[in-house]
């Protein structure tokens, strides 16, 4: 018997009213087990059938550059685009979220909300304006102009991320800063940046991954065959002179692309939940 005591009176209540109070609790827990393991299923059931393409003839292919293609060259193309493309939207979301959240002006939200509706435009709708910018301007059939252009179209989301970190940064750090003599760009760079790291890593993932599997752009922007990144490059060796794909083939080159973005994401996997979750929630 267990006793609860009232503002006015001491009720006292059989254990056996508690029982059920605790197979309620046990039974939502128990589901959100059920929840993550069908989840877990159903996401790690591709990467399981893809694996299983995998075979040493279909490696041996990808790394054949008899077709005058090499993977590795190709892999390398890759990287370049990607870090290209990751730096400048850093740095570009870093400035654009920190002037939307702590320096605003007449029309900022405008502005914002303006950036943010360019999710909404296709990038397969506009690629033939920016093939014809990129080949008056010189950046045609340049794995710069690839970068600068992928790097464009991943701005709205890192904007939207830092926006938000910059935002969930009491302004008071940043007072205390200016106080001390620091500019806003001191301010930014020495109090609010390292705060709003998880923002930083988040958009540099993200941007890191669209650049380094983008296949559209590279293929319509690039035209030298040494120029092509990884993923046009497997869509070339996985097709046979009839234009039939070799599935094996590009199984195995999707494993390969995979991997860099599995190596990045485990050791960056804990900033980078956290930056979303700043960006979500805020």
């Known amino acids: 018997m267990t006793a609860t005591l009232s503002s006015t009176t001491l009720v006292v209540l059989p254990r056996a009213t508690q029982r059920p ?124 102009g690839v970068a600068l252009v992928i790097a464009t179209f991943n701005l709205p989301l890192g904007i939207f991320l830092m926006r938000n970190s910059f935002a969930a940064i009491p302004s008071s750090l940043e007072e205390a800063a200016q106080i001390d003599g620091a500019t806003a760009f001191s301010a930014m760079w020495r109090v609010m940046l390292p705060v709003a790291l998880p923002g930083v890593v988040s958009t540099a993932l993200l941007s890191f991954f669209g650049a380094w599997n983008e296949f559209f752009a590279a293929l319509i922007l690039i035209t030298d065959q040494k120029l092509y990144t990884l993923p046009v490059s497997i869509g070339i060796l996985s097709a046979d002179a009839n234009f039939q794909l070799d599935f094996g083939l590009m199984q195995t080159g999707v494993a390969i692309t995979v991997i860099p973005c599995v190596i990045v994401y485990l050791v960056l996997q804990k900033y980078y939940v956290a930056g979303l979750l700043n960006g979500a929630l805020k």
């Not at 790394?63 to 090499?70: H, T």
């Not at 999710?119 to 301007?137: G, S």
């Open 21 to 144: 109070r605790q197979r309620q609790r046990l039974l939502p827990r128990f589901a959100w087990w059920v929840i993550s393991i069908c989840l877990a299923v159903l996401f790690l059931y591709p990467i399981g059938v893809m694996l299983s393409q995998v075979g040493p003839d279909d490696l041996a292919q990808i790394f054949d550059s008899s077709r005058g293609l090499s993977v590795w060259q190709s892999a390398g193309n890759s990287a370049f685009v990607a870090l290209l493309a990751t730096g400048v939207a850093v740095v570009v979301s870093t400035c654009a979220g920190y002037a939307f959240a702590k320096l605003p002006y007449r029309g900022s939200t405008i502005a914002f909300f303006v950036t943010l509706v360019t999710f909404m435009i296709p990038f397969q709708a506009i690629i033939t304006p920016l093939y014809l910018v990129l080949r008056d301007i010189g950046l045609q059939n340049n794995l710069v």
